[in-house]
């Protein structure tokens, strides 16, 4: 996948007759497909294709887009399952914390100790757990305060400090 750009969305259908597509948004602020200017829509490995935003109207469970070039409900519905995706360079800065996409592919350390690389954050119903693939194997990091120490994006390293008895002690290196 095109790592230039971040995934905002899924297309679930189209809405209504004239080529509207309901998105089901991937996002924290669904408002902010209001302010887009152009998506771009592609399903699994397909070439990309951009699309200027007619119209963007945000409701309680979808967002419905209007988009330049599909104007009627077959080619609505010709683009179920298609990927919503916008330029990383598109995506409006955090006042605090980082996107997911910000934290994938991160090195994580424990002092000097590496763990791994963090591969996919996942979200449960306290807190988030990312994912550390390693020469030990696979562990599962909680994004707790206590636990991760510091983020540097610019050298693309996550230092943490992880709990007793997350990983044994034979697995430690």
């Known amino acids: 996948m095109d790592t230039d750009t971040v995934l905002i969305g899924k297309v679930t259908r189209a809405f209504g007759v004239q080529g509207a597509l309901r998105v089901y948004p991937i996002t924290h602020d669904p408002q902010r ?31 419905c887009l209007a988009l330049d070039g599909i104007g009627d409900r077959e080619q609505a519905e010709a683009c179920r399952g298609y990927e919503v995706r916008v330029d990383r360079k598109d995506v409006p800065p955090l006042s605090e914390g980082w996107y997911y996409f910000e934290l ?70």
Do not use: H
């Open 33 to 63: 497909y209001k302010d887009l200017k152009e998506v771009i829509l592609q399903f699994e490995n397909n070439t990309p294709r951009r699309f200027s935003v007619r119209e963007a109207q945000v409701y309680a469970d979808c967002v």
């Open 104 to 173: 994938e592919g991160l090195k994580v350390y424990e002092g000097e100790v590496y763990w791994g690389t963090l591969k996919q954050v996942v979200q449960t119903g306290a807190n988030d757990i990312y994912l550390v693939a390693g020469p030990q194997g696979e562990i599962c990091v909680p994004a707790l305060k206590s636990v991760v120490q510091e983020v540097d994006l610019e050298r693309g390293i996550m230092q943490v400090t992880l709990p007793p008895g997350l990983v044994e002690d034979e697995g430690k290196p």
